[in-house]
């Protein structure tokens, strides 16, 4: 099983800032089948990128993926309001499906 | 617009079965190459993978959960269904039906709005 692991745990950023969140595997993920997802309070996931870089329909460019093998990264060019969420990475490159534990980002 | 609904009970007694059913709505589940998941998240914590299915029963499982997990297909009502057995309330959790975003590929574009469900005598 691929273990994911996202660091920090909380990202505390006032709005305008940029945001860097990582993910790493225990193992590589092959293909670079990395996805990133967007979760607020009582609500289901959004995917947000897929491919490791791969931005799905409808999400703005200030969010960008980038990564290979073990290590990946979601960035967020300059907050809005609406970016203020929990973020999850998930491998899709072998079963289990695995995500990560999460990344907090907060309203400095 | 492809939409997945979640129906069951809320509450359910330890060692009982956990039933629930993803209504899908906007497609056939039928649909070649897409198979059908359930994920759920523990209060507080992250997301975990359950298992899928294909139209044609075909399943795969998250080991962890493997020996008392059956997801079975009823293409007649375009539903898939969740059997989870002898629960405890560590499977307390939000459950979600997800469907991928691409055919052969477990990027989960769309969800059920999920559905709480509590092991509690």
Request: proline share 5%; net charge positive.
């Amino acid at each position: 099983e691929i273990v994911l692991s996202q660091s920090p745990g909380t990202l505390s950023l006032s709005l305008g800032e940029g945001a860097t969140l990582s993910c790493r595997a225990s193992q590589s993920v092959s293909s670079n089948y990395l996805a990133w997802y967007q979760q607020k309070p009582g609500q289901a996931p959004r995917l947000l990128i897929f491919g490791a870089s791969s931005r799905a329909t409808g999400i703005p460019d200030r969010f960008s993926g980038s990564g290979s093998g073990t290590d990946f990264s979601l960035t967020i060019s300059r907050l809005e309001p609406e970016d203020f969420a929990v973020y999850y990475c998930q491998q899709y490159a072998q079963l289990p499906l695995t995500f990560g534990g999460g990344t907090k980002v907060e309203i400095k | 617009q492809v939409q997945l609904q979640e129906s069951g009970p809320g509450l359910v007694k330890p060692s009982q079965t956990l039933s629930l059913t993803c209504t899908v709505s906007g497609a056939s589940i039928r649909i070649g190459g897409y198979y059908w998941s359930w994920v759920r998240q523990l209060p507080g914590k992250g997301l975990e993978w359950i298992g899928k299915m294909y139209y044609t029963g075909a399943t795969y499982y998250n080991p962890a959960l493997e020996s008392r997990v059956t997801i079975t297909v009823d293409t007649s009502q375009n539903q898939f269904s969740l059997n989870l057995r002898s629960v405890t309330a560590a499977d307390t959790a939000v459950y979600y039906c997800a469907r991928p975003a691409f055919s052969k590929k477990d990027v989960f574009e769309i969800w059920g709005q999920g559905t709480v469900v509590t092991v509690s005598s």
